[in-house]
């Protein structure tokens, strides 16, 4: 089975500019969620989508916003980008249980490689 | 109080020898506890997770869950300069929302 898979890999944007990356969940999975991670703030929590629904959200500004669509691929973009976006975007998708979006206790979240972002 | 907290290391030990990685969390009603490792300018990988409290074998990694003292623990026995990366310990909740530490770096001597 494939794994989850990001794109760009590897992205450079100059301040002021807007990004959208890209991720496509393990087939089956319908939870995708995003993380920043830096060497200073360490793995900091995005949002995560499930059925084309935000359903939980970390405290970023507005600037940051995603998006599910039908097929549980997810979007994720940066609007004005500022220096300290520059890090490694991950996102990391599960099954979750039910139809009804129940979370199972035994469920897993698996990393894609990242989306390495530079901004300068 | 963070979440989910972690002494960052480095944690260095001998080729062989038994590595133990600690973690406590805050949610007392947490159920799902996970570690993940990460290699340098790579993404995380999972290596263990542990649902009830007791200790769950794999391999050469053992995973601790005390409830009572919110404590997670992992030990990596018989270890090896391959196993030298960050650690870091997730905690999810009710509501699919995982919580990081922010690692611990291992180190193996050879």
């Known amino acids: 089975k494939a794994g989850v898979t990001q794109t760009p890999r590897y992205l450079i944007k100059t301040r002021g500019q807007q990004v959208t990356l890209s991720c496509s969940p393990i087939?089956?999975?319908?939870?995708v969620s995003w993380y920043q991670q830096t060497p200073g703030q360490g793995l900091q929590f995005l949002f995560e989508?499930?059925?084309?629904?935000?359903?939980n959200k970390g405290n970023f500004p507005g600037r940051f916003s995603g998006r599910q669509f039908s097929n549980s691929r997810s979007e994720m973009n940066v609007s004005t980008l500022e220096l300290g976006d520059s890090a490694l975007y991950l996102c990391?998708?599960?099954?979750?249980?039910?139809?009804?979006?129940?979370?199972?206790?035994?469920?897993?979240?698996?990393f894609g490689p990242g989306t390495r972002l530079t901004v300068l | 109080q963070k979440e989910v907290e972690q002494n960052s290391g480095p944690l260095s030990v001998p080729e062989g020898a038994i590595a133990s990685l600690n973690c406590t969390y805050s949610d007392r009603v947490s159920q799902s506890f996970f570690w993940y490792r990460q290699y340098s300018g790579k993404s995380p990988e999972l290596i263990m997770s542990?649902?009830?409290?007791g200790d769950k074998e794999d391999g050469r990694f053992t995973a601790q869950l005390n409830k009572a003292s919110q404590y997670v623990s992992l030990l990596i026995r018989d270890s090896q300069p391959s196993d030298s990366a960050t650690y870091l310990c997730?905690?999810?909740?009710?509501?699919?929302?995982?919580?990081f530490g922010s690692g611990t770096k291992l180190n193996v001597k050879p």
């Open positions: 990391a998708s599960s099954r979750t249980g039910t139809s009804g979006g129940a979370v199972s206790s035994t469920d897993t979240q698996y």
């Open positions: 997730a905690v999810r909740n009710n509501f699919n929302k995982f919580y």
């Open positions: 989508y499930f059925s084309e629904t935000q359903r």
């Open positions: 087939s089956g999975h319908r939870s």
């Open positions: 542990i649902y009830s409290n």
